[in-house]
């Protein structure tokens, strides 16, 4: 058998070896997680991480991040230049070392950086073997060295050009078409976020970012004094401070890590807590959040049982009263973090939670006393949070899931489908009973379930969830998905893995998809974070001419069919005001139908960036919002804005 020879065949012959570079070229995403417009970017951030970790240290004060014209990158700081002597075990200059074989660097063994979020050493070499193209430059010693490479192979030795009184080192270099789906698709404003991020993290280092590509060329500046408080600041803009409560800031240093905290109590209801390990944003957490939790809720609850604020009996606030409308930025820098998984995404060092809890009660408990006033308005909003949560379990046991056997508890207006299957179960969300009739006769029965709402929802961004619980088409939807809501949404129960919001293709069904999706991001999560969510994209238009009908879905569509067809007298065009002027043939047709329709997936790449346009959207500050449409008035279509 085939099969047979093959084993047979498996030898040392079999092992392949992957010299140098080789390895990153043939398994890119082992690196830097994929190549689509995600890895692009990353390859900027490790550029640019190195001058950070030279700027920890204490020797750069200015980096330069550029796209140029031909959709090159430039990234240049006032370091002290990448080292460019011979490395004596290797022979060759030491920067040539760094830019051509995986961990090498100044960040192991504590030598070079003594606090570092390039964990790995491979940033510089990764980005070589992933460019078509990259030059190094090196001011160093009173010379600028140069050196440029192809796809990871230096073109030439190192060489002086010329003298020169300053330090730094530049990187230029242009992604691999061979490796990158589209090497062109470098976001401004993507690149922005990640660039003011590190200027808040890091108080006093000044990050400018250009994009040459067009004519009038996008400039951004980041220097922020206040560190991560100025972080909080920002990220409190569309909210309002509760009563006069300011921006607590502690900091402390505890063997050799550095901890940082910032915090501000707002008005409203939702948890904004950031945590960053050497500026890398550990989005799962770790034992400084695990640290800061234990303090805070320690500290509040001494603090109000001290003061007779609590009640001898009172229960004890648990940490998520305390946490409700508290924004926080957590930021460690250490020696040796231990991450836990190739992402980063979670800091598992044990000695960092002690580390953390300690600053923070010492600096928590001491502005309490200090500050009596604030703290009362804090214990008044954190004991109206535990009344709220213990309302808003009440309401929970109303709208559990409840089993098959019972499914006559499913809300009345739902149109379920046979299926059983949640895999295969998709759910339509549909404003108005006209559009909810059309989408019931043309579904598909077998896996299509139809749930109509009766205007619109509450904006979930101002009520707690008690108040929320109340609301009887949010009810309808969480006794509907059957997974919970808040803190006991368990994904392992939806019983629709597509849940999709079919809205009228105007202003209020845009407003009405916000509000769902607010509803979402803030009590239902994992829906969006594991992709159930969809949006459909009904038709704008109908197009017929000699009975040869065609559906549109935006002017520019409209206009190139029309320029294909001529605008003659024989052309006729229907706009659809909403989804209940379709028939509903004409729904499942253009809608509904697996074979025919568009939807659009709802995913979440920057919960940092969701989180801020959802307050700001959704809030009740007017003024940000405001600014925000005035500053996207010219970007008609939805798909267009970044929300």
């Known amino acids: 058998m085939e099969i047979e020879n093959q084993a047979l065949n498996y030898d040392e012959n079999n092992i392949q070896v992957l010299e140098g570079l080789e390895a990153v070229r043939r398994r890119p995403g082992m690196y830097i997680g994929s190549t689509d417009e995600r890895g692009l970017h990353h390859l900027v951030y490790e550029i640019v991480d190195n001058s950070i970790d030279e700027a920890l240290a204490g020797f750069c004060r200015v980096i330069e991040v550029a796209i140029e014209k031909d959709g090159s990158i430039t990234v240049q700081d006032d370091g002290r230049g990448i080292p460019c002597g011979i490395q004596p075990k290797v022979g060759k200059p030491a920067v040539e070392v760094c830019l051509t074989m995986l961990h090498a660097g100044g960040k192991f063994g504590g030598g070079g950086y003594k606090v570092s979020g390039g964990l790995h050493g491979v940033g510089l070499s ?29 073109d030439m030795e190192l060489y002086v050009d010329g003298e020169t009184d300053q330090t730094g080192t530049k990187i230029h270099f242009m992604p691999d078409d061979q490796v990158f789906e589209d090497v062109g698709a470098f976001s401004f404003d993507t690149l922005k976020r990640r660039l003011r991020e590190l200027a808040f993290l890091n108080a006093g280092i000044r990050i400018e970012l250009e994009d040459r590509r067009e004519e009038e060329m996008k400039k951004g500046e980041y220097y ?55 500026n890398i944003n550990t989005h799962e957490g770790g034992t400084h959040l695990e640290g800061f939790r234990r303090a805070l809720t320690r500290v509040v609850n001494d603090y109000g049982r001290k003061t007779k604020i609590l009640k001898e009996n009172d229960q004890n606030l648990s940490g998520e009263d305390i946490r409700e409308g508290l924004t926080a930025v957590i930021s460690v820098k250490l020696e040796e973090p231990q991450f836990e998984g190739q992402t980063k995404m979670k800091l598992g060092n044990s000695e960092v939670r002690g580390y953390v809890d300690s600053i923070c009660a010492e600096g928590l408990g001491a502005f309490l006393e200090e500050n009596p006033g604030v703290a009362r308005i804090v214990l008044d909003k954190c004991m109206m949070a535990n009344r709220a949560r213990e309302a808003a379990r009440k309401a929970r046991e109303l709208t559990r899931r409840k089993t098959v056997l019972e499914s006559s508890s499913l809300p009345g207006k739902l149109a379920d489908c046979s299926e059983r299957d949640p895999a295969r179960c998709e759910i339509f969300i549909v404003e108005g009973d006209s559009a909810g009739g059309s989408a019931k006769s043309g579904r598909d029965r077998n896996f299509q379930a139809i749930l109509p709402l009766r205007g619109k929802i509450l904006n979930v961004e101002k009520t707690r969830l008690d108040k929320i619980l109340a609301n009887a088409e949010i009810k309808a939807m969480i006794t509907a998905f059957g997974a919970g809501v808040g803190d006991d949404f368990d994904p392992a129960r939806l019983r629709y893995h597509r849940i999709v919001c079919m809205t009228d293709a105007d202003v209020d069904g845009s407003h009405i998809r916000i509000l769902l999706l607010t509803f979402f991001y803030r009590y239902m999560r994992p829906l969006i974070e594991q992709g159930h969510v969809y949006i459909a994209r009904p038709p704008l238009y109908k197009v017929t001419k000699n009975r040869a009908e065609r559906y549109l879905y935006d002017d520019a569509a409209l206009n190139e069919y029309l320029d294909e067809i001529g605008r003659g007298n024989d052309v006729v065009i229907s706009r659809y005001k909403g989804l209940g002027e379709m028939s509903a043939e004409q729904l499942w047709d253009t809608t509904m139908d697996p074979k025919n329709r568009i939807m659009l997936r709802v995913q979440l790449d920057d919960a940092m960036r969701a989180d801020e346009m959802f307050s700001l959207l959704m809030g009740d500050k007017v003024e940000p919002r405001k600014e925000f449409i005035q500053e996207n008035a010219d970007l008609v279509a939805l798909e267009e804005l970044d929300i």
């Open 126 to 154: 990764v980005v070589n073997a992933l460019s078509s193209k990259l030059f190094v430059e090196v001011r160093q010693d009173g010379k600028v060295h140069k050196q440029s490479y192809t796809r990871g192979v230096p």
């Open 224 to 278: 922020y004094e206040g560190g991560i408080k100025s972080f909080v600041e920002y990220l409190n803009k569309t909210k309002d401070a509760l009563g006069d409560a300011p921006i607590m800031y502690f900091m402390g240093k505890r063997a050799d890590v550095s901890i940082e905290v910032a915090m501000q109590y707002n008005d409203g209801y939702q948890e904004q807590i950031y945590a960053f390990a050497n």
